[in-house]
């Protein structure tokens, strides 16, 4: 398979996510059907758009960065998109995560750091149906039973598996579980995607989650937990049991800042009333510290001894040099 190559003599740093997506826009076009991909090449590095493919089970592209000096034995790490905002235009979402997978985002630099190929899915977020907040893996995204946006959660799968493929013929092995990171938006996907598919996950790292954890109980103080604040609805969603074994055991990192004050209860995109009233109830109405430290205590008590909880100091939402040589730290713990 013959793939277009693009050289630049570009430093990473000031590579813009629009030239890079103009340069791909330019090849699809010109050469509509002829690539199964197209290969950007900065610094050794490479960064390849990978098209939509409904056969092999998702409806929209990914992107693959892959670092010069990548490990021929490697994991995948795996980065959610986020675009911050609603846009029906599908460049837009395809911009940002063109800048996730290349700019030094916390993702990136771990990818970089420690020669990880990065996958970056593609997923819209629609203005004309602005409550789907896929980004996040809301409920109303997670329960889209019809059309492109059908179950994304399924179509991430898919794309891990077409990208180890890729990987592989590219001399690259990689792991069966994969590398889980994200921030804000992307960090409740992480901790969501953790538990609808524990078994493919290798370690986690979540941020910005506005103090709220998935927690693996179906009740609490007499209020039904459905997704995604729980696990009552766990089997019709998924159509199958909630496999807490394989959770616990996946090491996780969630994080926030301690002057974070960016509460998704109180925009319906992110919960709807009843979901906000009943994190209130459950966790608290103070974000910060109140329902970050009953999160950490609920975990505790269902025993999850794989999941470390941080709070930074003097920090809003946002993450800073630290944050990501924590992170990257966290992962590179991992592949011992």
Known sequence: MQNTQIKSNFMKKTF?????????????????GYNKYSILSFDGD????????????????????IPKEVNTESTILVVPNNTGTVNDTFSVHEEEAVELATRYRIGHKVAF????PLLVPIFPRPLSDWKTYTHALNRKTILVDSGEMKRIDLQLLAMIEDARKKLESLGITT????????????????????????????????????????????????????????????????????????????????????????????????YSEEESNIIYDVLGKLM???????????????????????????????????????????????LK
Do not use: W
Request: with cysteine; hydrophobic share 40%; proline share 5%.
């Open 16 to 32: 813009s996510p629009l030239l890079l997506l103009i340069f791909f826009s330019f090849y699809s076009f010109a050469f509509p």
């Open 46 to 65: 490479s960064l390849r758009k990978i098209p939509a493919n409904p056969g092999a089970g998702f409806n929209y592209p990914y992107l693959l960065y």
């Open 113 to 116: 750091n420690l020669k990880l």
């Open 175 to 270: 792991d069966e579980k994969v590398f889980l990171n994200g921030f804000s938006a992307s960090g409740t996907f992480s901790n969501r995607f953790a538990f609808l598919h524990p078994e493919i996950i290798k370690a986690v790292a979540s941020g910005g989650v506005n103090g709220i954890c998935m927690l693996p109980f179906s009740e609490l103080n007499g209020k039904t937990l459905n997704y995604p604040l729980g696990i009552a609805d766990y089997h019709k969603i998924t159509g199958y049991d909630f496999n807490f074994e394989k959770y616990k055991i996946i090491p996780q990192y969630i994080y926030m800042g301690e002057k974070d004050d960016n509460d998704a209860t109180l925009f319906r995109d992110s």
């Open 288 to 334: 910060m510290p109140d329902r970050f430290n009953q999160s950490k205590l609920l975990y505790e008590k269902a025993n999850l001894v794989s999941v470390e909880f941080k709070v930074y100091n003097g920090i809003g939402h946002k993450v800073d040099s630290l944050i990501v040589n924590d992170v990257c730290e966290f992962f590179k713990r991992q």
